[in-house]
C-alpha cells in the first residue's frame, strides 16, 4: 500500500527554519517523482518543489528559490523540504505527493499523497 507521510511543520517566527519530512512506504522515493506543495486558507494549492528520479533534477516555485532545497534519502525512503528565510505568506499545509517519473517533475501527474503539515510564520 502506497503510503506518504508528512511530518516537521510548526509555528516558525519570520526568517526562520523548518525540514519538513516526507516518509514513504510501499514504494521506493528514487523510482518516483515527489513534489512538495502547499495550500494556504482560502487559497489554490499550489507546487512548490519537486525532485525528479531519472536524473535528480529539481524544480523550485519562483516564490520559494533560494530559500527552499528539496532533497532525498534513499536509504530511508525519505524527501526532505529545507525551508529557511520564510516568511507569513509562506504559511499553508504542505502535503508531498508521488507521481510516476515520465516526464520533468513539475509536470508529473501527482497521484499519491499525504495528509500534509501545518506550517505557520508568525512573530
Known amino acids: 500500500q502506497v503510503q506518504l507521510v508528512e511530518s516537521g511543520g510548526g509555528l516558525v517566527q519570520p526568517g526562520g527554519s523548518l525540514r519538513l519530512s516526507c516518509v514513504a512506504s510501499g514504494f521506493t522515493v528514487d523510482h518516483f517523482a515527489i513534489g512538495w506543495f502547499r495550500q494556504a486558507p482560502g487559497a489554490e494549492r499550489e507546487g512548490v518543489s519537486c525532485i525528479s528520479s531519472k536524473d535528480d533534477s529539481s524544480w523550485y516555485a519562483d516564490s520559494v528559490k533560494g530559500r527552499f532545497t528539496i532533497s532525498r534519502d534513499n536509504a530511508k525512503n525519505t524527501v526532505y523540504l529545507q525551508m529557511g528565510s520564510l516568511k507569513p505568506e509562506d504559511t499553508a499545509v504542505y502535503s508531498c505527493?508521488?507521481?510516476?517519473?515520465?516526464?520533468?517533475?513539475?509536470?508529473?501527474?501527482?497521484?499519491?499523497w499525504g495528509q500534509g503539515t501545518q506550517v505557520t510564520i508568525s512573530a
Open positions: 505527493a508521488a507521481g510516476p517519473p515520465i516526464t520533468t517533475c513539475e509536470a508529473v501527474p501527482y497521484a499519491s
